[in-house]
């Protein structure tokens, strides 16, 4: 059963922009806290940006201003705006869901979607 279905990752050129969005099962509804996961080869997985159930977001320091996260719950949709692209945003980028801990921590989050792959170029 897929709960969470990401999509719109491709390829793009230094300065780029790019809008990722995650299908949400109606298995996960508006009381859980969701986020965008990033993890590029050799690295940990780490946070990017998450939206409490309140609306509230908050952004790794290293995408603030480039990137928004939007939630439409009527949609069952979540959103990743990416915009001003550099080459260490490259990675494959997830979305995730959890009724438990949430944060940037990926432990927290109890589902994940299979990821969409980022890469930009210089």
């Known amino acids: 059963q897929v709960l969470l279905m990401e999509s719109g990752g491709g390829s793009v050129q230094a300065g780029g922009s790019l809008r990722l969005s995650c299908a949400v099962s109606?298995?996960?509804?508006?009381?859980?806290?969701m986020g965008w996961f990033r993890q590029a080869p050799g690295k940990e997985r780490e946070g990017v940006a998450t939206?409490?159930?309140?609306?509230?977001?908050y952004y790794a320091d290293s995408v603030k201003g480039r990137f928004t996260i939007s939630r439409d719950n009527a949609k069952k949709n979540m959103y990743l705006q990416m915009k001003s692209l550099i080459p260490a945003d490259t990675a494959m980028y997830y979305c995730a869901a959890t009724n438990f801990v949430c944060g940037f921590k990926p432990v927290g989050y109890t589902y994940w979607g299979q990821g969409t792959q980022v890469t930009v170029s210089s």
């Open positions: 109606q298995y996960i509804d508006n009381t859980y806290c």
């Open positions: 939206i409490y159930t309140g609306g509230s977001t």
